[in-house]
């Protein structure tokens, strides 16, 4: 693909990275994804500084992945939860697939600590790359890049 067809200035990865391209934010998501909501179960199952933490989940609030819900233990100020909105939720096959890289490269040998398995059958999830008239791709060089073209 020539690269006079393609704006990098306009990349989707450059874009996203942007938004969630940090250590924290991806291990927020992972938790949230996990069914973590509330800011002391995400620092103390993060180990992540206050502040950083605090940052972050704004961050995310900010861009719209993720919501902040109001909830009131009896006895206690309100405080709130954070939620994944249906834009948070549509970066699940991201984690997935940085889940299933680590799985691969950076496990020594082991077991992954961690399995997906799809709820209604119990077999093991996995990530794929299929095109839109279903054949799954096994990587990269079976994808030609295409300038989309702007109509203007």
């Given at each position: 693909?020539?690269?006079?067809?393609?704006d990098?200035s306009?990349?989707?990865?450059?874009?996203?990275?942007?938004?969630?391209?940090?250590?924290?934010?991806?291990?927020?998501?992972?938790?949230?994804?996990?069914?973590?909501?509330?800011?002391?179960?995400?620092?103390?199952?993060?180990?992540?500084?206050?502040?950083?933490?605090?940052?972050?989940?704004?961050?995310?609030?900010?861009?719209?992945?993720?919501?902040?819900?109001?909830?009131?233990?009896?006895?206690?100020?309100?405080?709130?939860e954070?939620?994944?909105?249906?834009?948070?939720?549509?970066?699940?096959?991201?984690?997935?697939?940085?889940?299933?890289?680590?799985?691969?490269?950076?496990?020594?040998?082991?077991?992954?600590?961690?399995?997906?398995?799809?709820?209604?059958?119990?077999?093991?999830?996995?990530?794929?790359?299929?095109?839109?008239?279903?054949?799954?791709?096994?990587?990269?060089?079976?994808?030609?890049?295409?300038?989309?073209?702007?109509?203007?």
């Amino acid at each position: 693909m020539s690269e006079a067809l393609w704006d990098r200035s306009r990349c989707s990865v450059a874009g996203t990275l942007a938004v969630v391209g940090e250590k924290w934010s991806l291990l927020v998501l992972r938790e949230a994804f996990l069914g973590v909501r509330r800011f002391a179960d995400f620092q103390r199952v993060l180990g992540a500084p206050r502040a950083v933490l605090t940052d972050r989940l704004g961050t995310l609030v900010e861009q719209g992945i993720l919501r902040r819900v109001p909830y009131q233990a009896q006895g206690e100020r309100q405080r709130h939860e954070y939620r994944l909105t249906p834009k948070g939720i549509d970066l699940y096959p991201t984690l997935v697939a940085l889940m299933q890289w680590g799985d691969r490269y950076l496990a020594d040998g082991e077991d992954a600590p961690l399995e997906l398995r799809h709820r209604d059958c119990g077999e093991p999830v996995h990530l794929a790359l299929v095109c839109d008239a279903g054949h799954e791709l096994s990587g990269a060089r079976e994808v030609r890049p295409q300038a989309r073209v702007r109509a203007d």
